[in-house]
């Protein structure tokens, strides 16, 4: 069976501050990899996705991520973070040919000023 | 591109009724769509994953009697929660798979359902 792991439910950081929020998965067969992001009362939102060729991805908002298939890791990863950034995220697989997203716990994100 | 909305955002309803939630692929046609259950402050459970044209295939645990799904077209899916009652209070999140592209999942913005 293929799982997700977020490894942090939450990560408090200060404005301007670099975060990478961490992301591992389990699977015995080829995946894609997507990062999605939940503002307050809202549905989920592509922030980025990984399905071949370079292994960095990145996103119009100053977001990337690493795959990593030796480690099995997807982190997520912004230099210089904005209030705005305030949210939950989260990591997801996808079995190539198949149809589900398996989804992480999820990692509340937030930013003081 | 690749909009999904749904319809509504948010509800109230008594207990014993029953509740309709639309899903529509704005600017894509969808070949698949997907329902998820939220609860607060933990991720999404899939429910129930919809094919245009034919029965919805639903998760373990969910029952199909109880909410109902419908994909008569390519740009729109209906999840029927009938005879609702208060556990049934959560956030459904529908999503659609592009068919062009195929590998992404776009969700709608959620609708939030609160039964008394």
């Known amino acids: 069976a293929q799982s997700v792991t977020q490894l942090d439910s939450q990560v408090p950081v200060f404005e301007e501050a670099p975060v990478e929020l961490r992301c591992n998965y389990s699977s015995s067969v080829s995946v894609y990899l997507f990062w999605y992001v939940q503002y307050p009362n809202q549905g989920l939102q592509l922030l980025l996705k990984?399905?071949?060729?370079?292994?960095l991805v990145e996103s119009i908002n100053g977001f990337e991520a690493e795959f990593n298939k030796s480690q099995t890791s997807f982190h997520l990863r912004k230099p210089s973070v904005h209030i705005s950034d305030t949210a939950e995220y989260f990591c997801?697989?996808?079995?190539?040919?198949?149809?589900?997203?398996?989804f992480g716990q999820g990692t509340r994100l937030t930013i003081n000023p | 591109g690749a909009v999904v909305s749904q319809h509504p955002s948010w509800v109230i309803c008594k207990s014993g009724t029953s509740v309709k939630i639309e899903c529509r692929s704005l600017d894509f046609q969808a070949t698949t769509m997907f329902w998820y259950r939220q609860f607060p402050k933990q991720s999404l459970m899939l429910m129930a994953t919809?094919?245009?044209?034919?029965?919805?295939?639903?998760e373990q645990g969910v029952e199909k009697d109880k909410f109902l799904i419908n994909h008569a077209s390519l740009t729109l899916s209906t999840l029927t929660v009938t005879s609702a009652h208060p556990e049934d209070s959560s956030f459904y999140i529908c999503?659609?798979?592009?068919?062009?592209?195929?590998?992404?999942?776009?969700f709608g913005p959620g609708t939030r359902l609160l039964v008394l």
């Open positions: 997801a697989l996808q079995i190539q040919g198949a149809q589900k997203l398996v």
């Open positions: 990984y399905l071949s060729g370079s292994t």
């Open positions: 999503s659609a798979r592009d068919g062009g592209t195929g590998k992404t999942q776009y």
């Open positions: 919809s094919n245009e044209g034919s029965k919805a295939t639903y």
